[in-house]
């Protein structure tokens, strides 16, 4: 993680439309939310799986500096 660049956390990944950093973010949201705030994200939502996936892990990053992200396994959401 430190290797990386600013640019590259800001980087396309191979997934249309998300960074690295989104998906860094993705990848750490099923360990750190509670399935309260995963309903609600569900809702907000619509139903839609994918587009709930992409909003939360879209929040997260943007709330999450990168060590923040990677380092802390306790965050809950908050």
């Known amino acids: 993680m430190d290797t990386l660049s ?12 998300w960074t690295v950093r989104d998906v860094v973010a993705h990848l750490t949201l099923a360990t750190r939310d509670t399935v309260w705030t995963l309903l609600k994200g569900a809702i907000r939502a619509r139903g839609s799986f994918d587009r709930m996936n992409a909003d939360m892990a879209r929040a997260r990053a ?3 500096d990168r060590h923040v992200l990677v380092d802390r396994p306790d965050i809950r959401g908050r």
């Open 6 to 17: 600013p640019s590259d956390w800001s980087a396309q990944s191979l997934c249309p439309a």
């Open 62 to 64: 943007g709330r999450f």
